[in-house]
């Protein structure tokens, strides 16, 4: 899809299609420097009652000729008192939808009418693009006949927002939504397409361009790391494990970085404790955690962010082969813990503590992990909201205010010492599995931070439920695939780290 800036005009010639943005009203429908054709033609409609401009709602009016555009497409705000940028980033979802819909190919956007309500009008504009490409995002990589989608659209000025601004905040939402679509492609991609290998290279291939640093370390590097968890869940495969890391420096070598830790497991068999058939196949998206961390380094370093970044993504396979780590077993961790492996199938903690060992050794100003981590959070939390633990208040706080401002949800989940006493091993240090059957998200983030180093702000983020299949709470989300959670809201932190 490609865009265009311009200031809108009333002589355009009668092609495309003219979307306003209108809220209810009781003497007229309030689309603000509109045409006059446009307005008698949607308060026709408000009038007869066929269109009530409620959040999302929308009409087409095929042919109609005003405007100087041949179609029009007009979508409801809702309650203007109620308008947020999310409402907003919801309508742009709606109108690709809907021009998708009627097969439109070419749109102009009336900016004046979707912004009287956003203040600042730059950010409800941002909010809008990237709904609008969000809702654009289609894994069809491996159909034989591809969809047929909106070719371009143009951003219509008018008063609320000059062509210079627009193009600024354009460009920042075309990276922060592709960097998102990224994110949901890696998800998307099936476990054989998709390996520790293959998730390393297109790591490193989307970096290509920017001022980030790839590496990946092989099993031999991995083993010379002692990293016993990584390499413990891998043992069970055929395909090696990877450790990728991606450095961004964009401040001066003497601030700390912020870290960001990834769950990369590829996909999940479960192990010796094997999952059942039913939806197994859903497991490649096991490494959203650290899809969501690619992503967001992506954008990052597009963005130019005045901060250092450091990401780590543990990754690996988690299979039932000849050598497969067995119920019992005890693993070493990077940094000399020992853990009892009481289920093969609590194995995102086993290559996260490594990861968070690793990172500590950098001694950043706070890190933060991501992983679909645990069923008990799809429980607490359903799929709207990301379950946050952390040992920091500010940097709990700053990965709230960074969802707030991205959109997404995140809800602080308490983290108490009767979580740590519920980790305890009996024949090792830990063991990777709760003595009870209660709070196992609470207990796996109790598990994690034995592995954060001391004085170090920590964060960890459970998508197991926000990970994939959330179209049913956005409709900028695919309805069954992966969602790209979190990377906006990382975005967001670096952004005021």
């Not at 009781?26 to 054709?37: F, I, L, N, R, T």
């Not at 401009?53 to 007009?74: C, D, I, M, T, W």
């Not at 001694?363 to 990301?386: C, E």
């Given at each position: 899809?490609?865009?265009?800036?311009?200031?809108?005009?009333?002589?355009?010639?009668?092609?495309?299609?003219?979307?306003?943005?209108?809220?209810?009203?009781?003497?007229?429908?309030?689309?603000?420097?509109?045409?006059?054709?446009?307005?008698?033609?949607?308060?026709?409609?408000?009038?007869?009652?066929?269109?009530?401009?409620?959040?999302?709602?929308?009409?087409?009016?095929?042919?109609?000729?005003?405007?100087?555009?041949?179609?029009?497409?007009?979508?409801?705000?809702?309650?203007?008192?109620?308008?947020?940028?999310?409402?907003?980033?919801?309508?742009?979802?709606?109108?690709?939808?809907?021009?998708?819909?009627?097969?439109?190919?070419?749109?102009?956007?009336?900016?004046?009418?979707?912004?009287?309500?956003?203040?600042?009008?730059?950010?409800?504009?941002?909010?809008?693009?990237?709904?609008?490409?969000?809702?654009?995002?289609?894994?069809?990589?491996?159909?034989?006949?591809?969809?047929?989608?909106?070719?371009?659209?143009?951003?219509?000025?008018?008063?609320?927002?000059?062509?210079?601004k627009a193009k600024s905040v354009l460009e920042v939402a075309?990276?922060?939504?592709?960097?998102?679509?990224?994110?949901?492609?890696?998800?998307?991609?099936?476990?054989?397409?998709?390996?520790?290998?293959?998730?390393?290279?297109?790591?490193?291939?989307?970096?290509?361009?920017?001022?980030?640093?790839?590496?990946?370390?092989?099993?031999?590097?991995?083993?010379?790391?002692?990293?016993?968890?990584?390499?413990?869940?891998?043992?069970?495969?055929?395909?090696?494990?990877?450790?990728?890391?991606?450095?961004?420096?964009?401040?001066?070598?003497?601030?700390?970085?912020?870290?960001?830790?990834?769950?990369?497991?590829?996909?999940?068999?479960?192990?010796?404790?094997?999952k059942p058939p039913a939806n197994m196949h859903e497991m490649?998206?096991?490494?959203?955690?650290?899809?969501?961390?690619?992503?967001?380094?992506?954008?990052?370093?597009?963005?130019?962010?005045?901060?250092?970044?450091?990401?780590?993504?543990?990754?690996?396979?988690?299979?039932?082969?000849?050598?497969?780590?067995?119920?019992?077993?005890?693993?070493?961790?990077?940094?000399?813990?020992?853990?009892?492996?009481?289920?093969?199938?609590?194995?995102?903690?086993?290559?996260?503590?490594?990861?968070?060992?690793?990172?500590?050794?950098?001694?950043?100003?706070?890190?933060?992990?991501?992983?679909?981590?645990?069923?008990?959070?799809?429980?607490?939390?359903?799929?709207?909201?990301?379950?946050?633990?952390?040992?920091?208040?500010?940097?709990?706080?700053?990965?709230?205010?960074?969802?707030?401002?991205?959109?997404?949800?995140?809800?602080?989940?308490?983290?108490?010492?009767?979580?740590?006493?519920?980790?305890?091993?009996?024949?090792?240090?830990?063991?990777?599995?709760?003595?009870?059957?209660?709070?196992?998200?609470?207990?796996?983030?109790?598990?994690?931070?034995?592995?954060?180093?001391?004085?170090?702000?920590?964060?960890?983020?459970?998508?197991?439920?926000?990970?994939?299949?959330?179209?049913?709470?956005?409709?900028?989300?695919?309805?069954?695939?992966?969602?790209?959670?979190?990377?906006?809201?990382?975005?967001?932190?670096?952004?005021?780290?």
């Amino acid at each position: 899809m490609k865009f265009q800036v311009k200031k809108l005009s009333s002589d355009a010639e009668e092609t495309g299609t003219l979307v306003v943005f209108t809220t209810p009203s009781k003497k007229s429908v309030s689309v603000d420097g509109a045409d006059q054709e446009i307005l008698l033609t949607v308060e026709e409609a408000f009038t007869n009652k066929v269109f009530e401009a409620q959040p999302k709602e929308s009409l087409f009016f095929r042919n109609s000729y005003v405007g100087g555009f041949k179609h029009l497409l007009a979508i409801g705000l809702g309650d203007t008192k109620k308008i947020s940028n999310e409402n907003l980033r919801e309508a742009g979802a709606v109108t690709y939808q809907q021009l998708k819909a009627q097969k439109a190919l070419t749109a102009t956007v009336h900016l004046d009418s979707l912004l009287k309500q956003s203040k600042p009008a730059t950010d409800g504009l941002q909010a809008f693009v990237e709904g609008l490409l969000l809702a654009a995002y289609d894994f069809d990589h491996f159909k034989s006949k591809k969809t047929t989608s909106l070719d371009s659209v143009t951003l219509g000025c008018g008063k609320l927002v000059t062509t210079a601004k627009a193009k600024s905040v354009l460009e920042v939402a075309e990276i922060l939504a592709e960097a998102t679509n990224l994110t949901r492609i890696l998800g998307d991609s099936p476990g054989n397409k998709m390996t520790p290998t293959l998730l390393a290279k297109a790591a490193a291939d989307a970096a290509k361009g920017t001022k980030l640093k790839v590496t990946a370390l092989t099993k031999a590097q991995i083993e010379k790391e002692k990293m016993g968890g990584l390499l413990g869940v891998a043992q069970g495969s055929s395909e090696d494990p990877r450790f990728i890391i991606m450095e961004y420096k964009g401040a001066a070598a003497s601030k700390k970085p912020l870290c960001l830790v990834g769950k990369g497991l590829t996909f999940d068999s479960g192990g010796i404790d094997l999952k059942p058939p039913a939806n197994m196949h859903e497991m490649k998206y096991d490494m959203q955690g650290g899809a969501a961390v690619i992503g967001a380094m992506i954008a990052i370093a597009k963005l130019k962010l005045k901060v250092n970044v450091v990401a780590y993504v543990p990754s690996s396979e988690n299979m039932s082969g000849a050598s497969a780590m067995k119920p019992g077993d005890v693993l070493t961790a990077r940094n000399g813990k020992t853990i009892e492996v009481l289920n093969t199938d609590a194995e995102g903690r086993l290559i996260l503590m490594d990861a968070l060992s690793y990172a500590s050794d950098r001694k950043p100003g706070a890190i933060i992990d991501l992983a679909t981590l645990t069923g008990a959070m799809v429980v607490a939390l359903g799929n709207s909201h990301t379950g946050i633990y952390g040992n920091d208040d500010k940097l709990i706080n700053k990965v709230k205010e960074g969802a707030d401002r991205s959109g997404e949800k995140v809800w602080h989940m308490p983290l108490i010492s009767d979580h740590h006493d519920d980790m305890k091993g009996t024949h090792a240090d830990l063991s990777n599995l709760s003595s009870t059957r209660y709070a196992g998200s609470a207990t796996a983030a109790a598990f994690l931070s034995n592995f954060v180093g001391e004085g170090i702000p920590w964060v960890h983020c459970d998508i197991a439920g926000t990970g994939w299949n959330t179209g049913n709470r956005q409709n900028y989300s695919p309805a069954k695939g992966a969602s790209g959670v979190m990377v906006r809201t990382l975005v967001e932190v670096a952004r005021k780290f």
